[in-house]
């Protein structure tokens, strides 16, 4: 799934959002991903992908089938991989990756290029992600980094697509829906 004519302006404009994204399918995660890091390589960014725990391995093989390169990004140092472990703290966890992104802006990269794991489609799993989301959202808002949080929802009506549109739309600076096979961005209020 191409992810940058949705991107485009956002990202030449030089802002650096904290972006959300509706999927229907788990098969519509690598694609995306591969789609998002590989703008992000044409763009100087350093490519941090977040696993869950023991899921790297399995990552590095989707993205790789969704066409990107990602044996090559890594021995150049351009893209690295991390496990989540399940008991980390929301303060805990977005403080662990601060000294990645001074290190990636320190070697020459413009920005970091930062996603995880899909979330869903089980409701509950996706309402836990809040606490992270806000605490990635208050530590890295306004710093050089495109962050994508992916969230499977499933083929939602218009009244329950709304109700995450306005849930992500606390903590994200836009959130990208898929309306005719194609991502379009969706700005959120007062951000």
């Known amino acids: 799934m191409n992810l940058e004519p949705a991107l485009h302006d956002v990202i030449d404009a030089g802002w650096c959002p904290h972006l959300a994204m509706l999927l229907q399918r788990r098969e519509e995660v690598a694609p995306?991903?591969?789609?998002?890091?590989?703008?992000?390589?044409?763009?100087?960014?350093?490519?941090?992908?977040r696993s869950r725990i023991d899921g790297a391995d399995a990552d590095r093989r989707g993205l790789t089938a969704a066409?990107?390169?990602v044996a090559a990004l890594e021995a150049e140092g351009r893209m690295a991989f991390g496990e989540i472990r399940p008991?980390?703290?929301?303060?805990?966890?977005?403080?662990?990756?601060e000294p990645e992104l001074e290190r990636a802006l320190a070697r020459g990269f413009d920005a970091a290029w930062w996603a995880h794991f899909a979330m869903g489609p089980d409701e509950g799993v996706i309402e836990r992600s809040d606490p992270f989301d806000r605490a990635w959202d208050?530590?890295?808002?306004?710093?050089?980094?495109?962050?994508?949080?992916?969230?499977?929802?499933?083929?939602?009506?218009?009244?329950?697509?709304?109700?995450?549109?306005?849930?992500?739309?606390?903590?994200?600076?836009c959130v990208l829906v898929v309306e005719r096979a194609a991502p379009s961005l969706v700005r959120t209020r007062g951000r």
């Open 32 to 49: 995306t991903l591969a789609s998002f890091y590989g703008l992000g390589a044409q763009r100087n960014g350093w490519l941090f992908h």
């Open 67 to 69: 066409g990107l390169d």
């Open 87 to 97: 008991d980390v703290t929301p303060d805990e966890w977005v403080q662990s990756w």
């Open 138 to 173: 208050a530590r890295f808002r306004g710093r050089p980094c495109v962050s994508l949080c992916l969230f499977i929802v499933g083929d939602l009506a218009a009244p329950a697509q709304q109700a995450h549109l306005d849930r992500l739309a606390e903590m994200h600076d």
